[in-house]
Structures are given as structure tokens and as C-alpha cells.
């Protein structure tokens, strides 16, 4: 329950900045999902370390949080591709 709000945050974050670099870049590039996964990773802990007052925590989730990162980068684009690609 405690990492509860820290959660909604990072996941709120990450709709706004995918929504806004999609809307501002209008491509599917790995560089563009990488700006979305760094942006609400850095804004996320800075808002996390506001919260529990404890900077090592903050940046815990940035080193451990590595292989997810990797996967929403990579797994994420060639989906969003697939999703471009597909025809009704």
C-alpha cells in the first residue's frame, strides 16, 4: 500500500509523456520510446524521493528497474510497429 501512490504516478506520467511525444513527433522510433521511458523514470523519482523523503529508494528503482526499461523500450516499439503495420 505504501508504493501504492508512487505507482499511479509513474503510470500517469508515463501515459503524458507518451502522449505528448507521439502527439509532438508523429513517428514510432526507438529514440522516441526511449525519451518516454527516461521521462517519467527521472520525473517519477524526483516525485518519489518529494514523497518518502529518501533519495536512495528514489533511485533504486532506476538501477533495478533497468530490464523493464529495456523491455517497454524494445518489446514496445516492435509492437507499436506491428500495431502501425496492421491493416482493418
Given at each position: ?36 521511458v ?31 526499461m ?19
Open positions: 500500500m505504501t508504493v501504492l501512490p508512487v505507482i499511479l504516478i509513474k503510470s500517469c506520467l508515463l501515459a503524458a509523456a507518451a502522449a505528448a511525444i507521439a502527439d509532438y513527433s508523429k513517428k514510432i522510433t526507438i529514440f522516441h520510446i526511449v525519451l518516454v527516461l521521462c517519467y523514470q527521472l520525473i517519477g523519482s524526483a516525485i518519489e524521493w518529494i514523497i518518502t523523503q529518501h533519495l536512495a529508494s528514489a533511485l533504486t528503482d532506476l538501477s533495478t528497474g533497468i530490464p523493464g529495456l523491455i517497454q523500450v524494445f518489446l514496445g516499439w516492435y509492437l507499436l510497429k506491428k500495431l502501425a503495420d496492421y491493416e482493418c
